[in-house]
Nanobody, 128 residues
Framework: DVQLQAYGGGLVQPGGFLRLSCTAS????????IAWFRQAPEKEREGVSC????????FYGDSVRGRFTISRDSATNTVYLQMNSLTPEDTAVYYC?????????????????????WGQGTQVTVSS
């Protein structure tokens, strides 16, 4: 059974930073494309970023490009999302998701493309 867990959220002031982590039990994250999505209240789930199996290819949504960085550490079986220059608009529940077949890119970064497993989500709140 594939289980992902996202953690590292919290309350941060505008302009601050957080690092989210996505870990897995039951499989190696290195076997799949891993993505981060977020969902704010009353909004649709939005693709934030993805990274391919090797870590060579990454993609960022327009709203976070230049501020967020996704990376993977095979030694710890963890995918990270470094979030800098946070704004109140980044407030949302953040989820990590996996899929063995989805290509990391603009077309692939959609919720229905990630069928391998989803984490439970971690709340990020940006507020002064």
């Amino acid at each position: 059974d594939v289980q992902l867990q996202a953690y590292g959220g919290g309350l941060v002031q505008p302009g601050g930073f957080l690092r989210l982590s996505c870990t897995a039990s039951g499989f190696s994250l290195g076997s799949s494309t891993i993505a981060w999505f977020r969902q704010a209240p009353e909004k649709e789930r939005e693709g934030v970023s993805c990274i391919d199996r090797t870590g060579d290819r990454t993609f960022y949504g327009d709203s976070v490009r230049g501020r967020f960085t996704i990376s993977r550490d095979s030694a710890t079986n963890t995918v990270y999302l470094q979030m800098n220059s946070l704004t109140p608009e980044d407030t949302a529940v953040y989820y990590c998701a996996s899929d063995q077949f989805t290509l990391c890119g603009r077309a692939g970064l959609v919720p229905y493309g990630f069928l391998g497993g989803w984490g439970q989500g971690t709340q990020v709140t940006v507020s002064s």
